[in-house]
């Protein structure tokens, strides 16, 4: 009964660096999103998907792409890591939209770092 | 901007005690979640209250919504150690199709 699945847990990265977070769920959800947790700031929405194939921007997309190839994955990708982008990232996904009434789950978090 | 705030940012209590937080919000929302943060893990959901409800229990928690005042509170009676946590409220926005919105949270310190 895993969830939703983050990898990997921790990064750091030399600016300039690329990487590719992923997100794993197995509850067949078709919404899933990106959020960075920032001291003071909550959590903000990167880019979220309504489903296989599609994507669509948050509130704080710049620096960030992302890809649904599959329903059970989420890829959050940093083409150029920024020092500005040092965060905690997490994924989460629901069942139907948050107009539906329907709950998030979270995944366990990814702490990264960008010097 | 956050379309959800929480207040206080920082509550402490003795155990046994009751914690209340609130949260505003500015737009018109279809229902207004509550999730709880763990120091370093993620966010699990607590409860869920709709636009046409005004009040919902679950457990020791009790929700209260006040959709004129654009605002909520999270009571969590007879308080433990283990409610030690950071609480945010999060709202779906109707303007902004799926997403939830979430606030910047209250973080609850229960003595024991």
């Known amino acids: 009964n895993a969830g939703v699945t983050q990898t990997p847990k921790f990064r750091v990265l030399k600016t300039g660096q690329s990487m590719t977070l992923l997100c794993a769920q197995d509850?067949?959800?078709?919404?899933m999103y990106w959020y960075r947790q920032d001291p003071g700031m909550g959590l903000r929405l990167i880019h979220y998907s309504v489903g296989e194939g599609t994507t669509a921007k948050g509130e704080v997309p710049d620096g960030y792409n992302v890809s649904r190839l599959k329903k059970q994955n989420f890829l959050l990708g940093l083409e150029s890591a920024a020092p500005s982008q040092t965060s905690v990232y997490f994924c989460?996904?629901?069942?139907?939209?948050?107009?539906?009434?329907?709950?998030?789950?979270f995944g366990q978090g990814t702490r990264l770092t960008v010097v | 901007s956050q379309q959800g705030e929480e207040d206080p940012q920082a509550l402490s209590i003795q155990e046994g005690e009751n914690a209340t937080m609130n949260c505003s919000y500015k737009t018109s929302i279809n229902n207004l979640q509550w999730y709880r943060q763990n120091s370093g893990r993620g966010l699990v959901h607590l409860i869920l209250?709709?636009?046409?409800?005004r009040e919902k229990h679950s457990g020791r928690l009790r929700v209260t919504l006040d959709t004129s005042k654009k605002s909520s509170s999270l009571l969590i009676t007879a308080s433990r150690a283990a409610d030690t946590a950071s609480y945010f409220c999060a709202t779906d926005v109707r303007t902004s199709g799926s997403r939830l919105t979430f606030g910047e949270g209250t973080q609850l310190t229960v003595n024991p």
């Open positions: 509850m067949n959800h078709e919404y």
């Open positions: 209250i709709r636009s046409n409800e």
């Open positions: 989460a996904s629901s069942r139907r939209g948050a107009l539906m009434n329907t709950e998030a789950f």
